[in-house]
T-cell receptor, first 111, second 112 residues
């Protein structure tokens, strides 16, 4: 059983569309991170959320941590081809500082 | 600028051979990690270290070993490579007290 479930698994959209990616769990997390991974490269940290209900914005990307700290979402407004990549969420529990990763959402934005 | 590097970037080896993948970071981070990434499984933790002389097993540690003799390096050794170990391997590091990780560019390993 996967601790963190990401949906959708794949997403193919046109430039300018909006999209939301979800990261869900039955477990409570101390913090949750979102990473983006481009082909042939390692994941790069986008954001960390730590407080239930927290919302963080990074240009056209909006990240939200659920009130109960069990889930998170990533919303992209007016997607661009440069947003193409694998989006990974990772949750950390109990102060171990070792994150558990979801399987990722593969996003393709067509020009 | 601080960075984390991995070598080689690509490796082809035969079943049964010993293989070592290198990871070097200049962040001066205490924590270092090794993951493998496979389609359908995401990133899975192999081994991790909280500092010099400290090593710990992750969820998929069988057939792998690590050693930590200094802060900068955490080499990953496959004792006797198996075809099931064909994968992309990522090294990561983090500061003590935070889960935020910095990843290397990865090593694509093929075991024939």
């Amino acid at each position: 059983t996967q601790l963190l479930e990401q949906s959708p698994q794949f997403l193919s959209i046109q430039e300018g569309e909006n999209l939301t990616v979800y990261c869900n769990s039955s477990s409570v997390f101390s913090s949750l991170q979102w990473y983006r991974q481009e082909p042939g490269e390692g994941p790069v940290l986008l954001v960390t959320v730590v407080t239930g209900g927290e919302v963080k914005k990074l240009k056209r990307l909006t990240f939200q941590f659920g009130d109960a700290r069990k889930d998170s979402s990533l919303h992209i407004t007016a997607a661009q081809p440069g947003d193409t990549g694998l989006y990974l969420c990772a949750g950390e529990r109990g102060g171990s500082y070792i994150p558990t990763f979801g399987r990722g959402t593969s996003l393709i934005v067509h020009p | 600028d601080a960075e984390i590097t991995q070598s080689p970037r690509h490796k082809i080896t035969e079943t049964g051979r010993q293989v070592t993948l290198a990871c070097h970071q200049t962040w001066n981070h205490n924590n270092m990690f090794w993951y493998r990434q496979d389609l359908g499984h995401g990133l899975r933790l192999i081994h991790y270290s909280y500092g010099v002389q400290d090593t710990n097993k992750g969820e998929v540690s069988d057939g792998y070993s690590v050693s930590r003799s200094n802060t900068e390096d955490l080499p990953l050794t496959l004792e006797s490579a198996a075809s099931s170990q064909t994968s992309v391997y990522f090294c990561a590091s983090s500061e003590s007290g935070t889960p935020k990780q910095y990843f290397g560019p990865g090593t694509r390993l093929t075991v024939t």
